[in-house]
């Protein structure tokens, strides 16, 4: 097929999609696919963690709470923390969907993290496990249904499409509560891959269904056709001209380098980073919540039907709480909800740890661990993009951001390696405790930073930061 022909199929294909986009139900149809292919990934994101402990005494046969246990899962956290290596791709693989598309990664996103799930529940030992792992760490955080979203809905409701895809997406998590209810046998733990079945099926449903009710985003397939159908002498200077915006953009950006040197000598950006670490440090206990749990079931402090009810109840609350926590930064400013975000993941991390130690009503616990993974991943959102943005100049804000999120994936490394290595030392049973020794100072320690170094940006105008 010569390269006329293959252009001339481009196009007929992009104008089909035109005419889709005209219809008067795609639109909605199209919300609903993006809607489920979120829930999928929220579902994928979070499936490992509510069977943790079963997965690895199945794995590794051996039982909770045994030093056996400890150190497989210390051993096992520190591996699969390796995977995490595999964000370093990811700019990368997403900076394709600019060259090839929108929809054919939005399927394979979609479809990629069905097979990282299949691969997880086939798995009889603990490489091909990994592997699993390995393929969901790299097709989960990809989020090209934002994109869609973004680039789809009318501008005057994009945010609230997506805050509430969001908000249903996070809430849909409750479901695996009921899957851990409804499948999982603590007497027989190979029944963790029961878990997983469902989601598996409706990636795989969604994805392929992607492929017949979604069509490429407007924005894509009309500078996509505008170039198609553009003379040979149009194209060339089209690609001058774009060359040209290239090399006068890569002259006002800056490297990696220089902005960790604009961050760490400016105050404003200084103190933001220190927050930034040591708030992601501070995230760590959601990685370990099901094993805080299951030590609580050990210790008399919960049951298995009470463990059931805080998985299915706590996602429904982060979904309301997050909600709301947008309508919070926009309204009073970024100082003061942080300081209520912050309160709500402190508090809320107490009376779930105090839950997991002590008998505490389920419902409440629950409550509690939603509404504090709903004030740390706002706040942490916040001070990452928001926080940040504001605070720096216009010409070097991308590169400044990007390397905000540099320094908290540093804090997450470093709550993921304390997670494992105190597995290992303190044991599993007192996680309740020694994980909320650590983390509730250090959440307290950030907020006081924050309130009493970082200044408020509410009001800022972008086109004008101010160096500090």
């Known amino acids: 097929m010569t390269k006329l022909e293959k252009e001339q199929r481009e196009i007929a294909r992009l104008e089909k999609a035109s005419v889709f986009h005209q219809h008067k139900n795609y639109f909605l149809i199209l919300i609903i696919v993006l809607s489920i292919i979120y829930i999928v990934d929220e579902l994928a994101s ?21 030093d056996a246990y400890n ?3 210390g051993t096992l956290g520190l591996v699969t923390t390796g995977a995490y290596l595999i964000y370093l791709v990811s700019p990368f693989y997403k900076s394709l969907a600019d060259k090839f598309g929108r929809r054919i990664f939005l399927i394979i996103n979609t479809l990629g993290m069905g097979v990282g799930m299949l691969v997880c529940i086939i798995s009889k030992s603990v490489p091909l496990y990994i592997l699993g792992t390995v393929i969901m760490t790299f097709f989960t955080p990809n989020d090209m249904q934002v994109i869609y979203i973004m680039e789809c809905a009318p501008k005057e409701h994009r945010a609230k499409l997506c805050s509430i895809t969001k908000g249903l997406a996070l809430i849909s998590v409750s479901l695996l509560g009921l899957f851990v209810k ?12 029961n878990v997983f079945i469902i989601p598996i099926i409706l990636a795989f449903i969604i994805g392929f269904a992607a492929i017949y009710f979604v069509q490429e985003t407007p924005v894509f397939t009309q500078k996509r056709l505008q170039y198609l159908k553009a003379s040979e002498e149009e194209r060339k200077a089209a690609e001058e001209a774009e060359k040209k915006a290239a090399e006068e953009e890569k002259k006002n950006s800056i490297s990696v380098m220089g902005a960790f040197k604009y961050i760490f000598t400016h105050r404003q950006t200084r103190a933001i980073a220190i927050v930034a670490l040591i708030m992601a440090f501070s995230t760590g206990y ?16 919960l049951t298995s039907n009470a463990i059931s009810i805080i998985l299915m109840f706590y996602p429904v609350i982060n979904g309301i709480f997050t909600m709301v926590g947008g309508f919070l930064t926009d309204s009073l400013g970024r100082k003061k909800s942080a ?20 008998p505490l009503n389920p419902w409440l616990v629950g409550f509690a661990y939603g509404i504090s993974i709903a004030g740390l991943w706002s706040i942490s959102d916040m001070i990452y993009f928001v926080i940040t943005s504001e605070s720096t100049p216009t010409e070097i804000r991308a590169s400044v951001v990007g390397s905000m999120q540099l320094v908290g994936m540093v804090g997450t490394g470093l709550n993921m390696v304390y997670n494992n290595v105190v597995t290992m030392v303190a044991g599993s049973l007192n996680l309740p405790f020694v994980l909320t020794v650590a983390y509730l100072p250090l959440l307290t320690l950030s907020l006081i930073i924050m309130m009493l170094t970082v200044k408020e940006t509410k009001d800022v105008d972008l086109d004008n930061v101010q160096v500090n």
């Open 46 to 66: 979070s499936v490992r963690g509510v069977v943790e402990t079963q997965t690895i005494c199945d794995l590794f046969n051996t039982t909770f709470g045994t």
């Open 339 to 358: 300081l209520i975000l912050g309160l709500w993941a402190a508090i809320g991390l107490a009376v779930f740890a105090y839950g997991c130690i002590h």
């Open 286 to 301: 959601t990685g370990k919540y099901q094993p805080m749990m299951e030590a609580g079931k050990y210790n008399g402090a």
């Open 182 to 193: 409804l499948f999982v046998n603590d007497a027989v733990p190979s029944t963790w891959r």
């Open 71 to 73: 150190n497989a899962s």
